[in-house]
């Protein structure tokens, strides 16, 4: 214990000491803030130089290498900085240090804001790149524009779909749910006829939630620069707990963690029958869950009316960022890894699943085979789930915040397992009070 | 501890006084330079963070609107901070009923294996201490598996027992659940301290028990247990720093039981997310700067009670 509390004690002064080097070189942080156009990018390509890019995801080693055989000027040494939070947290402290940050660092769509709105990321347009607007999906171009600036390239994206486990569903003679009263019914019809079985796993996570309240119409934040409105009760919110309410009070749902290994094991085994959740799922279970292999399935998310609807569930970027001392550079590899063919094909061999419109609507990709899925075309159902996503949502510029604290507020409505709405308007006062902390005007 | 005062300082020559005074200048920057190396690390590791989180306690410093000197205002909203206490009450029960327990076990294990009783006292010794060198995070990943009620050895008992008894990650047992892996973790810990206290006893104080015809229980509450006091002292200090700095087991199992365990459930868990999830370094410097100064008057206060004892 006491060892590991120096060293959390250690930790904190190293970035308090940080903190104290950031604030007095904030004068010259932002220093790097270069206007250039695309033919600037293609100097700084040919000029060539070294980069930093942080990612977690399976395809950048591949990508990179690919890059640096392109274009053998340009050095890029890639760093896996940890999975998301633990990214974000080291690519805070590095921003508020003012030296250590990468070049371009891969941002999720809901951290995206929180980094964009600190001013930590280059303005992507200021290169020219705003001209690919017409590759991308309108959602995931939406996810990385904040405040009439670029600060991103997407991805991937997740357009939600209902991932089920069609041999149990089969086993006890479960339709498939389009509708979200078809599908708490389902839950209940297979927990009844075998109560070590649930429609699917759920203890209160904070992406799913949002996910859910933007597929239900919910917009429960609305940005607009530093005034903030949160209202976790709107008619769109209250639509999705009046569903969830029943699944988790009836105690229809495992309880069991996300992405541990009882959750794994939960989706091998079908005890977990269902999950709802973003596109980019498929590689996960391929190489996650190989032993349900053939027994897994993709449809349309459920609705509420039978209106075809979806909502984006995870997905990412990348950025530049403002520390970068070449920022030139570092947009011509970003652009390249995002808009090139060459990198794209890889990102897609990798299991990803794209937020270029091309790829989207490519034949060839719509119509692939997927073994693990019984031989299912499952980008026919997911590439039209993108096309399905309701527009207008927006995350907290303190999302990366919001969600930490998710489970102090609305996971105690899951423990206890009571109206979520308790919780939801638990977490909004918390939401509520820390932006006000934190100089935004924030109202209810 | 009683321990005979060595007899080298009495023969220790005392220099003229004269000749002390004209070399005391010299004398004293050689000592400086001897010191020094642990001087600058200490400024440096241990100071200077002090220093700077006093500092920053005393600003607040937003996303939006900068930095601003704030007095005290960020240690008068802590004290207000109904999630900061109850962190803190939960370190507290920890500490009033994990720590004598962990004491209590560990007393007796050194007590018995320095019996001269026990069979192969070595064995014991080296497994009852082995817990202590498996790095933290992989004992309480291991436990974590232990406890798993979905298909951990707790879902196994309970499938056996036919119902849900074992539920390490409930809301009432969650502090028991931890309270065990500390346990388990430093009972071979402060068992070698008391072991090594035991082991200076000099043997002649046991001969003369012997002969004033003291039984095995006799020699413990007589010589034994007061030979212990300081040992003792010296144990329950670390113990209620660890408890207040209860942060490890926590924060590991916290993934395995995301709504049991807060983002504040203990003090340290509470300064680490203040300021690694929501950037509030103020509040979270303000945090680890009143959690050290009452951290220090308890363990202050039972060194002295400890002492007092000791010279009645």
């Known amino acids: 214990m006491s060892i590991a509390r120096s060293a959390a004690r250690r930790t904190l002064s190293v970035v308090a000491a940080a903190a104290l080097v950031g604030s007095l070189a904030a004068c010259s942080a932002g220093g790097s803030d270069a206007a250039g156009s695309a033919t600037d990018l293609d100097a700084a390509l040919e000029a060539g130089g070294k980069l930093t890019y942080w990612s977690w995801t399976p395809s950048a080693e591949a990508q990179v290498a690919a890059f640096e055989k392109a274009y053998p000027n340009v050095d890029v040494e890639l760093v896996n900085a940890g999975t998301n939070t633990e990214e974000y947290t080291k690519l805070q402290n590095a921003i508020k240090a003012g030296s250590g940050a990468p070049d371009v660092v891969q941002i999720e769509y809901y951290a995206i804001p929180q980094f964009a709105l600190a001013d930590s990321l280059v303005d992507l347009s200021a290169y020219g790149l705003d001209d690919l ?30 991932f089920y486990n069609a041999s149990v569903f ?23 006829a075998d109560p070590t079985k649930y429609i699917a796993s759920d203890t209160g996570d904070s992406g799913f939630t949002t996910s859910m309240i933007w597929q239900a119409g919910g917009r429960p934040f609305g940005i607009d620069g ?159 789930a993108s096309k399905d996503v309701a527009s207008g949502w927006s995350y907290l510029p303190y999302q990366v915040y919001a969600n930490s604290i998710f489970g102090d507020t609305v996971g105690q409505s899951y423990a206890n397992k009571v109206d979520l709405d308790e919780g939801l308007a638990d977490w909004q006062d918390q939401l509520v009070e820390y932006g006000n902390s934190q100089g935004f005007t924030v109202d209810k | 501890m009683t321990t005979t005062s ?8 005392t220099e003229p006084r004269a000749r002390r005074s ?24 241990f ?19 900068g930095n601003a000197f704030v007095g005290l205002d960020n240690y008068l909203a802590l004290l207000a901070d109904p999630q900061f ?17 962990m004491l209590g076990l560990a007393l007796v294990a050194a007590l018995a294996i320095d019996s001269a009783r026990l069979h192969a006292s070595g064995f014991f010794r080296i497994v009852i201490f082995l817990p202590y060198a498996v790095p933290a995070v992989v004992a309480v990943l291991m436990w974590g598996f232990i406890y798993g009620d979905n298909f951990g050895l707790a879902a196994n008992l309970n499938d056996w027992l036919g119902s849900e008894v074992v539920t390490p990650f409930a809301r009432n047992w969650i502090l028991v659940s931890i309270g065990n892996i500390v346990t388990w973790e430093f009972v071979g810990y402060n068992m070698l301290i008391f072991y090594s206290a035991l082991r200076v006893i000099p043997t002649d104080l046991y001969e003369a028990a012997e002969l004033d015809g003291a039984g095995p229980m006799r020699v413990i509450t007589g010589i034994k247990l007061p030979a212990l006091r300081g040992a003792i002292v010296i144990a329950t200090i670390f113990s209620i720093i660890g408890s207040f700095q209860l942060f490890n087991e926590p924060n590991i199992l916290r993934t395995l039981a995301p709504n049991i365990i807060t983002t504040y459930f203990t003090p340290n868990m509470y300064a680490y997310n203040l300021s690694f999830a ?27 009670r400890g002492s007092r004892k000791e010279e009645r």
Do not use: C
């Not at chain 2, 206490?85 to 327990?101: A, C, D, M, S, T």
């Open chain 2, 6 to 13: 060595p007899p080298t300082q009495l023969a220790a020559p």
């Open chain 1, 170 to 192: 089969d086993q006890y003679g479960i339709a498939v749910p389009t509708t979200w009263d078809e599908y708490v019914q389902a839950a209940r019809d297979l927990h009844a």
């Open chain 1, 226 to 384: 530093t005034d903030i409105t949160i209202d976790l009760a709107d008619e769109g919110t209250q639509k999705w707990t009046g569903v969830w309410n029943q699944l988790v009070q009836e105690d229809l749902l495992a309880t069991t963690p996300g992405w541990s290994d009882e959750w794994f094991k939960g989706l091998a085994d079908g005890s977990i029958a269902s999950l709802v959740i973003g596109a980019w799922m498929p590689g996960v279970l391929e190489s996650s869950v190989p032993d349900a292999a053939g027994d897994w399935r993709v449809a349309p998310m459920p609705t509420y009316d039978g209106t075809p609807v979806a909502a984006e569930n995870g997905g990412g970027g990348q950025s530049v960022v403002k520390q970068s001392k070449n920022p030139a550079l570092a947009a011509a590899f970003l652009r390249w890894l995002n808009s090139d063919p060459e990198s794209i094909d890889i990102f897609l061999e990798s299991g990803g699943f794209p937020s270029t419109t091309a790829d989207l609507e490519d034949p060839d990709f719509v119509g692939l085979d997927y073994d693990y899925f019984g031989g299912q075309k499952i980008n026919e159902v997911l590439t039209q």
């Open chain 2, 278 to 304: 929501g950037q509030q370094y103020n509040a979270s410097a303000t945090v680890a700067i009143v959690m050290g100064l009452i951290t220090a008057v308890i363990a202050y206060v039972v060194q002295l």
């Open chain 1, 133 to 162: 607007e017409d590759q991308y999906s309108a959602s995931t171009w939406g996810s990385v524009n904040v405040d009439g600036k670029l600060v991103g390239l997407p991805q991937d994206s997740g357009p939600m779909a209902l």
């Open chain 2, 85 to 101: 206490w109850e962190g803190f009450g939960r370190v507290v029960l920890f500490l009033l009923v994990q720590v004598p327990i």
């Open chain 2, 47 to 65: 100071i200077a963070p002090v220093v700077y989180s006093v500092y920053l306690s005393l600003f607040r410093e937003q996303l939006i609107g």
């Open chain 2, 22 to 45: 004209r070399t005391r200048n010299r004398s004293e920057w050689k000592g400086l330079a001897f010191v020094a190396p642990f001087l600058i690390v200490f400024l440096l590791v």
